[in-house]
């Protein structure tokens, strides 16, 4: 069969659609189109709809740059994990979680999503240029450790800057009741005649690490037993590693809070490899409620925290601080203990 004759194929349009040739195509003077395509509100409702009509034919999209110099915002938030991206990009279910909750805010909204992993000295320093260059409207950090100066140092350089942990900050603080949730696992170990209860603590240098210890440790003070305590960073790897520490140290233990479901993934592991029935023998309770909990062996009890609602309020926070809105300095959002099978 011949092909039909057909006419040449045009390639695409050589250049950009130009201001001018919207301008001229809508009758307007080049400000007008310029005023309209920065959201300027002083432009006569059917001169907008003519500049919108013309540049719609034409295909005329804002060069972002010239846009920005203009109306000095980028249209896009840095949300900085403080690890690398072996550990940001691993079975941690943290992470993938509040990116999440901070995307799908931030479409809503209109903003585009820079994601930045900071776990190197020279990876802090890039995220620092660019962020302090203007390249984004505000910054956001999760999982942050107390030797991170790169927030405090954004907020000098007058950066907008919303963070997960590190109350301390001149920069409103989006996080969970580690305090409370901890003491409700802990008490409800205590009230099922547990023991020797013992707790795998995560990094002592965030404020995870330190709340949710404090939770155990208050939670024991108040029922006339003893703390025992191991700590790992939150990786499988180092609740399996602690929890062999713990069986020798203290054969007799019964019960044990693991502060992320990560460790207490490890610790079951270990558990299992020691020959110790859970529940029966050891009760484990873990602190996340990950989709991990659900499909352990057996399944996890463990304190639920809305891990996308905090880069959902995150993400909340940060668009109302570039509009001008006063926000609240601290935000904290509830937990709650989940019975599974574990205890």
């Known amino acids: 069969m011949r092909r039909a004759e057909a006419g040449p194929v045009r390639g695409p349009r050589q250049g950009r659609p130009t201001l001018e040739e919207v301008a001229e195509r809508a009758g307007v003077s080049r400000a007008t189109v ?16 003519a500049v919108e009509a013309a540049a719609d034919e034409l295909g005329y999209v804002p060069h972002a740059a010239a846009r920005s ?4 915002r980028t249209d896009s938030v840095a949300l900085i994990l403080p690890e690398s991206p072996s550990r940001v990009f691993s079975d941690d279910q943290f992470f993938p979680s509040v990116i999440r909750g901070v995307a799908t805010e931030l479409d809503a909204a209109g903003k585009l999503l820079v994601l930045m992993t900071t776990g190197s000295a020279e990876a802090r320093q890039r995220a620092e240029r ?26 000098r350089r007058g950066v907008p800057v919303v963070c997960n942990g590190l109350p301390q900050l001149e920069a409103p603080c989006i996080d969970v009741d580690h305090l409370g949730g901890v003491k409700a696992a802990v008490e409800y170990l205590v009230a099922q005649g547990r023991r020797r209860i013992a707790t795998i603590a995560g990094p002592l240098d965030m404020v995870a690490g330190r709340a949710r210890l404090d939770g155990y440790r208050e939670a024991l003070a108040g029922a006339d ?19 062999r520490q713990l069986l020798a140290d203290e054969p007799e233990l019964d019960a044990m809070f693991v502060a992320s479901d990560l460790m207490a993934h490890g610790a079951l592991q270990a558990l299992r490899e020691a020959g ?30 809305p891990i ?29 203990l989940v019975i599974r099978e574990s205890a």
């Open 225 to 243: 037993r003893r703390s025992i305590v191991a700590v790992g960073d939150f990786t499988a790897e180092s609740g399996q590693a602690a929890m």
């Open 69 to 72: 110099l203009v109306t000095h």
């Open 130 to 155: 660019y962020a302090v260059g203007g390249h984004v409207d505000g910054v956001m950090f999760a999982s942050l450790h107390d030797a991170d100066l790169l927030p405090e140092l954004m907020i």
């Open 34 to 49: 310029s005023r309209v395509v920065n959201g300027q509100t002083t432009v006569n409702e059917d001169l907008r709809r």
């Open 276 to 305: 110790r029935r859970v529940p029966e023998d050891v009760a484990v309770v873990g602190f996340d409620d990950i989709a991990l909990a659900t499909y352990s062996d057996p399944p996890l009890t463990t304190v639920r925290q």
């Open 308 to 336: 996308a609602e905090i880069g959902r309020t995150m993400a909340r926070t940060m668009l109302r601080l570039l509009e001008g809105y006063d926000v609240e300095p601290m935000t904290i959002l509830p937990t709650e």
